[in-house]
Antibody, heavy 116, light 106 residues
């Protein structure tokens, strides 16, 4: 059973960079698939942030493209999200997930609050 | 970018009812459409992919249909455990878009 687990600070100050890591178990990231980040603001719907392939090809949603970087570390079986210049609007539960055309395995999600 | 709409935004039904949710894409996406169920406080769960393929372990009362721009999710006989918000998700040109969700309750 593939498992994903998000980790990172739960509180980030406005204008700073949000950094999260997703650790994958029971599947080698280097074997294939795209690996994505999705977020959900409190009481709102799901928003895809971006995805990265096992060889580092990245795709980002248009609205966040200028502030987002996703990277992969196959040696640690992890992939990471960096979101720069955050504001209160970036407060959300952040999920990592596996998927080429749809997301079949998800992490439990981590709440990141942007506040001073 | 593709825009996704869902209707209705919410619905109330009774146990045993047949429920249908509609999802529409702003441009054709062939069958690159998935449905997710999210219960309150829980992680989204994949129900259907490729518009009509049931994910392993998902009850057969769930079914999906459609192609191009118009898609449906049908619950043939609503059960108490189906109270949730349902999201459609498209894939097009390496980009994903989620619909706004449909809340189903009793």
């Amino acid at each position: 059973q593939v498992q994903l687990q998000e980790s990172g600070p739960g509180l980030v100050k406005p204008s700073e960079t949000l950094s999260l890591t997703c650790t994958v178990s029971s599947y080698a990231v280097s074997s294939g698939y795209y690996w994505g980040w999705i977020r959900q603001s409190p009481g709102k719907g799901l928003e895809w942030i971006g995805s990265i392939s096992h060889i580092g090809n990245t795709h980002y949603t248009t609205s966040l493209k200028s502030r987002v970087t996703i990277s992969v570390d196959t040696s640690k079986n992890q992939f990471s999200l960096k979101l720069r210049s955050v504001t209160a609007a970036d407060t959300a539960v952040y999920y990592c997930a596996r998927g080429d055309f749809y997301f079949d395995y998800w992490g439990q999600g981590t709440l990141v609050t942007v506040s001073s | 970018d593709i825009q996704m709409t869902q209707s209705p935004s919410s619905l109330s039904a009774s146990v045993g009812d047949r429920v249908t949710i509609t999802c529409r894409a702003s441009q054709g996406i062939s069958n690159f459409l998935a449905w997710y169920q999210q219960k309150p406080g829980k992680v989204p769960k994949l129900l259907i992919y490729s518009a009509s393929t049931l994910q392993s372990g998902v009850p057969s009362r769930f079914s999906g249909g459609g192609s191009g721009t118009d898609f449906t999710l049908t619950i043939s006989s609503l059960q108490p455990e189906d109270v949730a918000t349902y999201y459609c998700q498209s894939y097009n040109s390496a980009l994903f878009t989620f619909g706004p969700g449909t809340k189903v309750d009793f």
